[in-house]
């Protein structure tokens, strides 16, 4: 005979969890999970504003999709906006107006729904810079960066097609705009608009087809991303900034059960709590404003929300013809003629398309060029990695230049300059503004190293005057503690690393590429202060001890 000693709840709730948890296992989830060692630093939290605004836009989605109807059908609209009344446009266009104005609480769900959609890339922008910047892709997170890269790009095709439904005369040029790139490709690019908006443009089924995509497979892609994304941050263990006591061993911070989970709910009801004042103060998307979409007239000073403006801007800068050089090219085939038109694909496809490619490669092409295949779980100080700092300021750079010219209609009315002339500086910048923020950039970052230098052997600046018996003046420099000392000293030496035989004892010219990048990032630099040269400088002031082990205080 046996006998079961099993755990018997005293309450009602307790009884409840306990036949939950006995069938599906939740507490050694919840215990393994709580166990988690997460770091306190505010630049985390940009990942978590983006996770708690994609909640925002499940449930403010939620709401909006029992009032629209993505139909293309004609209608008259005769809703609560008299200027309207009696003006035809899409079901589509009506149902979003009926929404604005004669649904309880539907324009400030409106604008709940586009505020989060914007903070939403915005604040995921920011944390794939923060990323960047620190290092935090280095091995064994490259996938997880490649993750993040793409579920940016499932958040600008969730804004995009999200922006388009309403189908008012501001979205229907935008979607001309995706109709002009489809119809550049040669020979295909017909037949994909008519499939995509289900005949000649504007169609009659494309709203259906964003509609799907913007309430079903985009949101399902994000979901599926960000739940990878989590587990590898819980696999791998979260990075931290590098201080006393924080090795790639360890985790210094508080667990996620009651610490980070109380936090974590209250920063949620915060981001909700601003989101909602946002919405309910600040006008976005007056579609009233526009009318519904005719292709006849093109509206003056429109503009994509700012995470599409770039391709926007892109193809402003391009120019239609170089001197006699004409950028559409007529292509001959045996059924007849087609035309390349590559002032309309180079700028669609080209810019975007580089930027993704050299974002998703980088931890690949800096551990080719470093030789570093290390874990790392510390991060770097963006000042101790010029190069890559460098490199990320010149790519915010490009980005922001044709971010900056979808704008450059508006920028040449409010301040009365020729558009001309504004297109002009803006194609210079195209091209020089991203070589001047790579050597600016690298040049601040090596003068604040030398900078940090000089206050750990010599200390900081006191403000004070000092007089010597021999009458000289001298101003009194304070030493710095062993913390700053730490977090100051304390990174990795990059240094040009030649090119090196094989086995073979041949060098190829792989290797020989690499070793010209190395040299061109490394060959300027500026070494962390080792504990000879911190004891040398303390006995040429006076002072013959350093207090503390030199080896526990010094980063080596």
Known sequence: MTTSNEYQASTATGRIANFVDSRVGASAMVKEFGRKIFPDHWSFMFGEVAMYTFVLLLLSGTFLTFFFDPSMAH???????????????????????????DVRGGLFMRQVHHWSA??????????????????AFRR????????????????????????????????????????????????????????????EFPGEHVIQRLYSLHIMIVPAVIILLIVVHLFMVVTHKHTQYPGPGRTNDNVVGFPVGPVYAAKAGGFFFIVFGIVAFIAGL??????????????????????????????????????????????????????????????????????????????????????????????????????????????GVAGVIFYSVMWAAASSDLI?????????????????????????????TRRICLSLQRKDREIVLHGREAG??????????????????????????????????????????????SEKRRALIS????????????????????????????????QDSIGK
């Open 519 to 550: 040299k061109f990032f490394f060959e300027d630099r500026v070494a962390p202060v080792t504990p000879s040269e911190l004891e040398a400088a303390h006995a040429a002031h006076g002072h013959h001890e350093v207090e503390g082990d030199m």
């Open 282 to 391: 600040f006008q976005i998307n007056p579609i009233w404003n526009y009318g519904p979409y005719d292709p006849s007239p093109v509206s003056a000073g429109t503009q994509p929300d700012w995470y599409i403006g770039f391709v926007d801007g892109a193809l402003r800068l391009m120019p239609g013809t170089l001197g006699n050089f004409s950028f559409e090219w007529i292509i001959p085939f045996p059924w007849g003629d087609n035309t390349l038109v590559l002032s309309v694909l180079l700028p669609a496809l080209v810019p975007a398309g580089a930027l993704f490619v050299v974002m998703f490669a980088w931890p690949w092409i800096e551990r080719w060029v470093t030789k570093d295949n290390r874990e790392h779980h510390l991060l770097d100080r963006p000042r101790n990695a010029p190069f890559r700092t460098a490199m």
């Open 75 to 101: 209608v008259v609209y005769n809703g609560s906006y008299v200027p309207m009344k009696g003006l035809g446009m899409s079901t589509a266009m009506a149902s979003t107006m009926d929404i604005s104005f």
């Open 412 to 440: 040449a009315t409010h301040f009365h300059v020729a558009l001309n002339d504004v297109t002009y500086w803006l194609r210079a910048l195209f091209f020089l503004g991203p070589i001047l923020g790579f050597w600016l």
């Open 464 to 509: 004070i005057i000092q007089m010597s018996p021999e009458g000289g003046f001298s101003e009194k420099h304070e030493e710095v503690d062993v913390y700053k000392r730490y977090l100051l000293t304390n990174f990795v030496d990059r240094q040009y690393i030649p090119a090196e035989p094989d086995a073979a004892g041949h060098i190829s010219g």
């Open 118 to 135: 914007l903070l939403f890339v915005a604040s995921l922008s920011v944390h794939m810079l923060r990323v960047f910047f620190t290092g």
């Open 140 to 199: 064994p997170r490259e996938l997880n960066w490649v993750v993040g890269g793409v579920l940016l790009i499932m958040g600008l095709a969730a804004g995009f097609t999200g922006y388009s439904l309403p189908d008012d005369l501001l979205s229907g040029n935008g979607l001309r705009i995706i109709d002009g790139v489809m119809k550049a490709l040669p020979i295909v690019g017909t037949y994909l608009s008519m499939f995509f908006f289900g005949g």
